[in-house]
């Protein structure tokens, strides 16, 4: 099993350390830099000035753009089987039945 490291990101003013393993922390590096750049853009766009309130409108954007994907899989996975039935019945019809 391979080992976890420890590594400390700031999100939102406020230092969090996470155990990781190594080859997620680019990923969790990434994940920090995007959640930063959309802070500012908030903190900016808004008066408000309340870390709470900016960083509940970043979740809400993130979650909002997962569901979108997930909602892309579900036709994907749909168009996917319509795609197999339509060739079982091109094969069917094709073989003189």
Do not use: C, W
């Not at 990101?9 to 990434?30: A, D, Q, S, W, Y």
């Not at 994940?31 to 409108?57: F, G, H």
């Not at 039935?85 to 019809?93: A, G, N, T």
Request: hydrophobic fraction near 35%; charged fraction near 35%.
């Amino acid at each position: 099993m391979e080992e976890k490291q420890k590594i400390t990101v700031t999100i939102g003013g406020r230092k969090f350390t996470f155990h990781i393993l190594p080859e997620n922390e680019e990923r969790v590096r990434e994940s920090v830099k995007k959640i930063e750049e959309k802070v500012s853009l908030y903190a900016a766009k808004y008066s408000t000035k309340d870390m709470q309130d900016i960083l509940s409108i970043v979740l809400m954007e993130f979650v909002m753009q997962y569901i979108s994907l997930e909602q892309k899989d579900d036709v994907n996975d749909i168009m996917e089987s319509v795609k197999a039935l339509d060739s079982r019945l091109d094969e069917y019809i094709n073989s003189g039945r």
